[in-house]
Each structure stands twice: as structure tokens, then as C-alpha cells.
């Protein structure tokens, strides 16, 4: 029964203790901040950790294939950029309703995305360098199309959404469950989600089962890619506005919050229900700090710290299995 329960703990470290971890924080904030457990605060937790659980999820799935976007910070910004242009026709832009301007939005940010794929798997280019390097081109285009101005005059209708709730939650979180419940049964239930994950093991045993690698690492970027598309434009619809400097050191969240979740950076592994606890951990550091006054800075410390203790305990849970 111990060896059971040893075994059961050490398959799970990293989610336990980390759930363990953000009950504690949440109990010492509620002795320091008195209004953090209120119904307003959490809803704000919800509403904020919501853009960033979306981008997570797209980090996951690369991670798990054995890859990292760099460029998902960009991505979130460019996406916030172009949705404020479609919709106000600014700069040039033809102006469009909202589905198609989200439709357009998409389509740019999938075919970022297969470029990605492309450099990966065609021109086997490090996954950590074509990231690095498309991250560098979206920021670049959001700056370029936006003039470096942050684009306003969104429709209300439009930015209305992301002040809806339902059932008591917000709407940009409902939006996260729902992305959240299907990439989680697209994972483990379709023969995509299985190639992932073979992939991520072992490129030789995946090519040997007869997995068109091209084709999964185009899906792979291009789902991040859109993921982080949807979660600019739910950034967008919350601040109404498009903001080109948006989205900095996003990337840093994303991965802090999958390995907390126990995605390893060997790949291979991680689930998104465990990147939605990280993530929901990195929001509440940001929410509590914010609360608190402190300097934006220290919560970077922290989240470095936090990445450090998770990628710690992936290894000591890899040396006890």
C-alpha cells in the first residue's frame, strides 16, 4: 500500500505539489489581502488567467511533441493588432464585420504558424531558433501595421463579450474551459493527439509506426499559432483595444504554467487539465501581487523561482519512476 502510494505520488509530483502550493498561497493571501477571496476578485482572477490558460494550452501541445514557441508573446500582441484593424478599418485596413475579422485574424496567424512547422520539420531549423526568429517577425508586423500606436474605437460590440458572464463566470473563461475540455479530448482521444505525444518520445518509433511528421508538426504550430490568435482577441475585447506591446514575457507564463502542470521539456508528457493548475497558480501570483502594490518585477522573480522548483521536481520525479 505505501509502495503504491509512493508510486502514485512520484507519477504526480509536480501536479500534487503544486496544488498543495497554490492552496497555501491562496490562504496566506486571504490573511494579508482581505478582499481576495471576494466574489469581485476571483472574477478578475478568472477574467486575467483566462488569455493566458489559452496560451498555455498551445505551449503545452508543443512542448509535449518535444518543441518551444518563443512566439506566442508576438503572436498575442499581432493578433490583438490586426483584430483593431479589421474592425475599425484603421491604418489602411478594410473594415469588417466581427466574423470576418476574426476569420481574417486567423488566417494570418495559421500561416505564421506553418511557417514555423515549415522551418521545423522542412528546414530543420531548432524548434527554440524558428520560434525565436517568428517571435521577433510578429512583434515586428504588429508594430509595423499598428504605426507602434495603440489602435481604440473597437465596437462595443465587440468588447461587450468580455464583460459578459454566464452561470457567474466570465465569458473569456468560459471560452478557456471550452478550449481547455476539447484540447484535452484531442490529446488523449484522436490519433493526433497519440502522434503528438509518440513524436515527443521518440521522432525513430513515430516514423517507424508510420507518422507523417510533416504533417503533424503543420498541425502542431498552426493550432499554437491559433490558439494564441484567440487569446489576443479576447486580450483585445478586454482591454478594448489593440495594443502592440502586448504579450511581452507571455511566453515565460506559458511554459511556467505547463511545467507546473507536468508537461516535460523532454516531451512526450503533460496534460492540459495540469497546465490549467499552473496557470491558474501564475494568476493568482500576478492578481495577489497586483492587490498588494508590488512591483510587477518581483512577480518575474517569482515566476522564474517557480520554474526552476517545477523543472526540479520533473527530474527527481524521472529519477523515482
Known amino acids: ?24 498561497l491562496w490562504f496566506l493571501f486571504s490573511l494579508f489581502i482581505p478582499r481576495f477571496f471576494s466574489y469581485a476578485n476571483f472574477f478578475n482572477l478568472a477574467r486575467r488567467t483566462a488569455v493566458v490558460g489559452v496560451v498555455s494550452v498551445g505551449m503545452t501541445i508543443v512542448l509535449i511533441s518535444q518543441g518551444v514557441d518563443l512566439s506566442v508573446g508576438s503572436y498575442v500582441a499581432l493578433s490583438g493588432v490586426l483584430i483593431g484593424s479589421f474592425l475599425t478599418g484603421a491604418r489602411g485596413f478594410p473594415e469588417l464585420s466581427i466574423p470576418l475579422a476574426i476569420l481574417a485574424t486567423f488566417l494570418v496567424l495559421g500561416f505564421l504558424g506553418f511557417i514555423v512547422g515549415f522551418a521545423i520539420n522542412d528546414l530543420k531549423v531548432p524548434s527554440f531558433v524558428a520560434g525565436l526568429g517568428m517571435m521577433s517577425i510578429a512583434r515586428g508586423l504588429a508594430m509595423v501595421l499598428s504605426g507602434g500606436r495603440i489602435i481604440t474605437g473597437l465596437p462595443v460590440e465587440f468588447t461587450g463579450f468580455a464583460r459578459m ?35 515527443g518520445s521518440s521522432k525513430e518509433v513515430a516514423l517507424l509506426s508510420g507518422i507523417n511528421l510533416r504533417w503533424n508538426y503543420y498541425a502542431i504550430y498552426i493550432i499554437n499559432a491559433l490558439l494564441s490568435a484567440i487569446a489576443g482577441i479576447m486580450l483585445a475585447a478586454r482591454l478594448s483595444s489593440g495594443i502592440p506591446s502586448e504579450g511581452v514575457m507571455m511566453e515565460l507564463d506559458a511554459i511556467a504554467a ?45 515566476t522564474g523561482l517557480v520554474i526552476i522548483v517545477a523543472v526540479a521536481l520533473d527530474q527527481l520525479r524521472r529519477q523515482q519512476s
Open 258 to 302: 505547463a511545467i507546473i502542470g507536468g508537461t516535460g521539456l523532454a516531451g512526450g508528457e503533460g496534460s492540459i487539465y495540469g497546465t490549467m493548475l499552473g496557470a491558474l497558480l501564475i494568476g493568482s501570483l500576478q492578481n495577489a501581487g497586483n492587490l498588494m502594490g508590488l512591483d510587477p518585477f518581483y512577480l518575474q522573480i517569482a
Open 165 to 199: 458572464e454566464f452561470l457567474g463566470l466570465p465569458s473569456l473563461f468560459i471560452v478557456l474551459l471550452v478550449i481547455m475540455f476539447g484540447s484535452s479530448f484531442m490529446m488523449n482521444r484522436t490519433k493526433f493527439g497519440r502522434n503528438v505525444y509518440t513524436i
Open 1 to 24: 500500500m505505501i509502495d503504491d502510494i509512493k508510486s502514485f505520488y512520484w507519477r504526480h509530483a509536480q501536479r500534487i505539489t503544486f496544488f498543495v502550493i497554490l492552496l497555501l
